[in-house]
């Protein structure tokens, strides 16, 4: 399970995504579409703590992102770029 809860974050100082809220369940498959710069790319970034968000949580599979379980997060998410 992924729960992202009000979510804030973007690159040198510039907030991309704004308070931004969802969750996926257990066995759901996700898709992102957009606009280029609509922020898809950012927030798998922020996802993966490629970029560090500047509010809000991530919660994969009970854990949250910066209690230590990162490295073992990125071991049971996978992400498909084309």
């Not at 995504?17 to 957009?34: A, H, P, Q, R, T």
């Not at 970029?51 to 073992?72: C, D, K, M, N």
């Amino acid at each position: 399970m992924l729960k992202v809860t009000n979510l804030t974050g973007g690159y040198l100082g510039h907030p991309v995504l704004k308070d931004l809220n969802f969750e996926i369940k257990e066995g759901e498959l996700v898709g992102l579409i957009g606009l280029n710069g609509a922020g898809k790319s950012t927030l798998l970034k922020l996802l993966m703590s490629e970029y560090w968000a500047s509010s809000g949580q991530v919660t994969v599979l009970g854990t949250r992102f910066g209690e230590g379980g990162i490295p073992e997060l990125r071991k049971r998410i996978g992400i498909v770029s084309s």
